[in-house]
């Protein structure tokens, strides 16, 4: 959840006010299905995954990643940032983490069997994600792809000396009573680890720097996001059910058949790893292996890609098609921390008595509406508001104080 604004300081240059209708949009997609994930039902009647499960099930909460990142680059300018001062943009970054950290922290009291607080190991991310901007966009995509083929097997063989995670929500008592346990399972091992997830900070960086305004990178982020996506998947299907993955799998005897199959269809919370290697051929949602980063990525880049296309299409009747859906979407997607809030609140209230689809297309219609309704009168969310004023109040904050460090220096 992020808040595409920029911080006015020496270092950052100015980005336009406008926003971006497609990557809005895309934001209101990956919302929609972080929700469709917590409140509809996952298992079928013949015991496989249901439609709406297979589609957003850790491919709503890796488009949120890429699109925070996405976000990070919107705020530094779309470019590299210079490296004279540092200081602006560090602490811009720092505490936009902080802000986002306290209400995850804050919202960690709810039952994480009905949904994982993200917002805790998005803070994590944020930090991660400041000596970024100050690198070249290909280094950028380099360290990207690094991070998705070498984090992975870094966790797999660190795997036996890394404890068991909680896969609980971080709360304020958690933090203080087992700062380093929570700070493992915040990186390596826990339900959206930050170490191997910054593969999709690094993709949203690139993304961001990127001309979106053009129907031909829209065109080109959704060609290569889809091959990128279909071809990690088929290459899992090789590798496990082709080339004896499953089967020594099996052998190793971590898991039983069923759980390992589970954890194939369903994926696993976070992360896995065992005494094979041979696990790092999955690519079941959450599992946080080279194949499901990278295509994950892959998916989020072709919804990012086809929503900024959606954008370029012309003539009168299509036009306005095209309006009636994104416009909405848009209009939620400006406001995402707000509404994600929102929800996990209400899926863990008492007011909560539908049944799964009832209930999700209640959510759905709700966000929708309060998303045009607010960006008719206030323009933007509440909490995007105080995390956007905290982060600009902190930039300007450092800026002055170097800049009356080099007065009294030139005195």
Known sequence: MTVSSTAPTEQIPVVAKKRLLGIDAARGIALLGMMAV????????????????????????????????????????????????????????????????????????????????????YAILFLLAIPLVFLPTRVVAAVGVGIALAVPV??????????????????????????????VELLFNGEF??????????????????????????????????ALAVGARILAEVLLFHLGGLEQI?????????????????GADGSVFGSTWWWLAVDGPHSSTPLDLLGTVGSSMAVIGAALFLGHLTGNRLARMVNIVMVPLAAAGSMTLTLYVLHI????????????????ILQVLAALGIGLFVRLTAGRGPLEAFVTMVANRSSRAVTDSASKTTAAERE
Do not use: K, Q
């Not at 079928?44 to 491919?59: Q, V």
């Not at 966790?155 to 709360?171: C, F, G, H, M």
């Not at 099996?250 to 369903?266: H, K, N, P, Q, T």
């Not at 209400?346 to 539908?354: A, H, P, T, V």
């Open 250 to 266: 099996m052998a190793s005897g971590d898991l039983s058949r069923e759980e390992v199959r589970d954890i194939i269809a369903y």
């Open 345 to 360: 609140w209400f899926i863990n209230s008492n007011y909560d008595i539908y049944s799964a689809w009832a209930g999700y």
């Open 154 to 183: 870094l966790i797999e063989w660190l795997s036996s000396a890394l404890p068991e995670p909680s896969l609980d929500n971080v709360t304020f008592v958690g933090i203080i009573e087992n700062p380093v346990g929570w700070m």
């Open 38 to 121: 917590h409140s509809l039902i996952a298992v079928g009647d013949d015991g496989s995954p249901t439609l709406s499960y297979s589609i957003a099930a850790g491919r709503s909460s890796a488009l949120f990643a890429v699109l925070a990142g996405v976000g990070i680059a919107f705020t530094t300018g779309r470019a590299r940032v210079r490296r004279e001062n540092p200081g602006a943009t560090a602490a811009s970054l720092a505490a936009r983490a902080a802000v986002v950290g306290a209400i995850g922290l804050a919202m960690g009291y709810g039952e994480p069997e009905l949904a994982v607080v993200i917002l805790p190991y």
């Open 193 to 226: 680890p930050a170490l191997p997830w910054m593969a999709y900070m690094c993709a949203g960086i690139v993304i961001g720097r990127l001309r979106l305004t053009s129907a031909n990178v829209a065109g080109v982020l959704l060609v290569i996001g889809s």
